[in-house]
């Protein structure tokens, strides 16, 4: 079975299409997103695009991020509807209903957790983006990658590579890359406006960081703590907390670093580690997920609790692995 050329398939037969990104969106769900939307109404369909969630400021300079809508605002049944950068399908939020609502079901995605929850799905377990899946189901459609497409995978592409940076970033991701290039896309501009822009707001968020990094387990855990009182008086939202982990995994001697936001009443929990450590499967003993570096979840307790609790499973690992 060619998971690729069954899920295309699918996509050309459809008429009225829904794209789904996951709560919480960073780069690479909503780039892949958007270019997808691009290349299916190049196609002449209907194309809508749903979150659960509110595109960070972090991600949002380029214009097109308005085009998202609210999945309350679903007012038809789609001939088919695809989870985009969706680990697990409980991470589309309220929006499973657009999803559930389809005829068709389908998943592109990149996670090494993904159970595959779609009719069909064309997943590549521990790749590097999902944009990277996009940019490949883009090109097998023949469909010439726009300027605008361009732009919207390479976002996705070096937000989930860390700029080219993490381990997993394949010869693949480079090829991709400077087709990419080739087609429009500015890696100056996007470079400039997700590293090395911040908004006062941002700064003000991370200083507090800083100030409640804590490390533990002889300092090998470096750990965050931001409650919503500290967002509110920062200026930000809780989900302007993309990079701050990594304060704590930089910090020499730190394998694995975890950042708590009390978030809605939950606390989200965002884990890191340097290889070899693994922190997809801290998070999924907390019905969460992701990748083997780089993973979250949401847990349902106080500050306390859910701090006590991670480091409890952290220390576990760690004296597994001893």
Request: proline residues 2%.
């Amino acid at each position: 079975m060619n998971e690729l050329r069954d899920w295309l398939d699918l996509v050309r037969k459809a008429e009225k299409l829904a794209l789904i990104s996951h709560v919480s969106p960073d780069g690479d769900t909503v780039g892949a997103a958007l270019a997808l939307r691009l290349a299916f109404l190049s196609m002449g369909k209907s194309v809508d695009v749903y979150c659960d969630g509110e595109v960070p400021k972090s991600i949002a300079f380029f214009d097109g991020t308005q085009v998202y809508m609210k999945p309350e605002q679903a007012a038809c049944a789609y001939d088919a509807a695809i989870a985009v950068d969706v680990s697990d399908r409980r991470q589309m939020g309220s929006a499973a209903t657009v999803f559930d609502g389809a005829k068709v079901r389908l998943v592109i995605d990149h996670h090494e957790t993904n159970p595959g929850f779609g009719d069909i799905n064309f997943i590549r377990r521990g790749e590097c983006a999902c944009c990277l899946l996009a940019y490949e189901a883009i090109c097998a459609m023949g469909i010439a990658i726009s300027r605008e497409m361009a732009g919207w995978l390479m976002l996705g592409l070096s937000t989930d590579t860390g700029h080219f940076m993490y381990p997993y970033t394949s010869p693949a991701t480079f090829a991709a890359a400077g087709k990419l290039i080739e087609a429009g896309a500015d890696v100056s501009y996007i470079t400039r406006m997700l590293y090395r822009t911040a908004s006062r707001e941002k700064v003000a968020l991370t200083r507090t960081a800083y100030q409640n990094m804590r490390f533990e387990l002889n300092g090998q855990v470096g750990m965050i703590t931001l409650s919503a009182a500290e967002f509110a008086e920062a200026g930000c939202l809780p989900t302007q907390t993309e990079g701050l982990v990594n304060k704590a995994l930089e910090v020499e001697g730190v394998r694995l670093a975890f950042l708590a936001a009390e978030r809605d009443g939950a606390i989200k929990v965002s884990l890191r580690s340097v290889e070899p450590e693994t922190v997809n499967d801290i998070a999924k003993r907390f019905g969460g997920g992701g990748h083997a570096q780089a993973a979250g979840c949401t847990l349902h307790m106080t500050m306390d609790e859910a701090v006590a609790a991670v480091l409890a499973a952290i220390e576990e690992k760690l004296e597994q692995n001893v």
